[in-house]
């Protein structure tokens, strides 16, 4: 830990190498931006030349808050580079994008800008320090001095002398001053204020709640519907029929047969409805041997083929492997009932703290999020999980899928 004048002598020094570099860094900056909008029709330069600029501007920013919280010791958290949640061709370049969506670059750029701005002043207030120091050796070279920086003209040495001790003291004051405002701009821009951080993640996670409410309602709503327009009224079927059965057991046994017949096929009838419900609900082969063996097991159900690729090479929480598998079953279910799909792609496989997962059908697509709908509740479920859920689905197809859910959600 540096004291407070030790971390202000380190300012100042600091403080004049910016303003020298400042018109220089502002010149090479509009150049490049220049550059970038000039060669945007190119062949796509400008594109590539905006995108690079954001990566430098996101080091820029990086080398602000090292060179200031080693400065003045303050606790400033570690920005991490942006990372594309996309699995397609395009992640490259969605990850370069996306340093010019990051708040902190542009802090970080906004305050190495207005420290240049302190730096120039502060190369002013040096030269007069410098100016005033010089001054003082007036009585040494006769009666009088020429005042020739600031257009004085000649002037008896006693007076250039007790000029020369104002500059000092101005110029000593200046330069301080701006250090001391460096210091507090520092702290106010790249320290995250604690208060707004607690209330911004309360709001977060009451976002949070809410969806997995509504993907809860979702899908009991869903349960109910599925019990009473399927289920429920075939099953109240199979009882009417076994006492009608049951009435003519003695007088038309043959008859009786019959009915006893038909309960049976809609028994059977009954209990495949039961089961494509139950398979709304977590399986256990889920829990027991995780996402890719349940995975695994719902394709082996499916009557579309499939071509699946995961990589887990581990277990994970069970919040993040049952909203994984519900986003591809849903995705699977989407697919066979309303696109008309005749094959369907699945990757799946963990990087940097999530797992992801790209969905492809070769479907009809114009699939489209309803409010109450299945996509509704699925993105409900991967949103309140801390995921992300994006679909494409233009009409004549394909429906792609892209979906992130946080390894320990």
């Known amino acids: 830990m540096k004291s407070k004048a030790l971390q202000i002598v380190a300012a100042i020094p600091q403080l004049v190498l910016y303003g020298?570099?400042?018109?220089?860094?502002?010149?090479?900056?509009?150049?490049?931006?220049?550059t970038g909008m000039g060669l945007m029709f190119v062949f796509l330069i400008g594109i590539v030349v905006f995108a690079l600029l954001g990566v430098v501007m996101y080091l820029l920013a990086r080398f602000e808050e090292a060179r200031a919280g080693w400065t003045f010791d303050l606790d400033i958290p570690r920005h991490e580079f942006r990372q594309s949640p996309r699995t397609d061709g395009w992640k490259f370049f969605h990850t370069l994008a996306l340093q010019w969506a990051d708040s902190r670059t542009w802090i970080g750029i906004l305050h190495g800008a207005v420290v240049s701005l302190l730096g120039l002043i502060a190369v002013f207030a040096l030269h007069w320090?410098?100016?005033g120091i010089a001054w003082l050796f007036a009585p040494l070279q006769g009666p009088t001095y020429v005042l020739g920086d600031f257009w004085l003209g000649e002037q008896p040495s006693w007076l250039a002398l007790l000029l020369g001790l104002a500059l000092i003291v101005i110029g000593a004051i200046v330069i301080v001053s701006l250090a001391f405002a460096h210091r507090a701009l520092s702290k106010q821009l790249l320290v995250p204020n604690r208060e707004a951080e607690l209330q911004s993640e309360a709001r977060v996670q009451s976002q949070h709640r809410q969806q997995a409410i509504s993907a809860a309602d979702i899908e009991r709503a869903r349960i109910e519907r599925d019990l009473h327009d399927g289920v429920q009224p075939r099953l109240v079927a199979v009882g009417m029929t076994l006492g009608m059965a049951k009435r003519k057991l003695k007088t038309d046994p043959e008859r009786a047969s019959e009915l006893i017949d038909e309960a049976h096929e809609s028994t059977m009838v009954a209990v495949t409805e039961l089961r494509q419900l139950v398979r709304g609900f977590q399986p256990a082969v889920?829990?027991?041997?995780?996402?890719?063996?349940?995975?695994?097991?719902?394709i082996g159900r499916s009557a579309i083929p499939v071509d699946i690729q995961v990589n887990l090479p581990n277990r994970y929480s069970d919040r993040a492997e049952a909203?994984?598998?519900?986003?591809?079953?849903?995705?699977?279910?989407?697919a066979a009932k309303h696109a008309g799909a005749t094959h369907i792609l699945v990757r799946i496989h963990e990087e940097n703290g999530y797992l992801f997962a790209h969905i492809e059908d070769n479907g009809r697509g114009g699939a489209n999020r309803s409010p109450g709908g299945g996509i509704d509740g699925v993105m409900n479920r991967v949103t309140a999980a801390g995921g992300t859920y994006n679909f494409s689905s233009p009409e004549g197809g394909p429906t792609v899928i892209e979906v992130t859910v946080p390894c320990a959600s």
């Open 20 to 34: 020298i570099l400042a018109l220089p860094m502002f010149g090479l900056f509009v150049a490049t931006v220049a």
């Open 286 to 298: 889920l829990q027991d041997r995780g996402l890719d063996a349940a995975l695994s097991a719902l």
């Open 129 to 131: 320090l410098a100016t």
């Open 323 to 334: 909203t994984m598998y519900f986003a591809v079953a849903e995705a699977m279910t989407n």
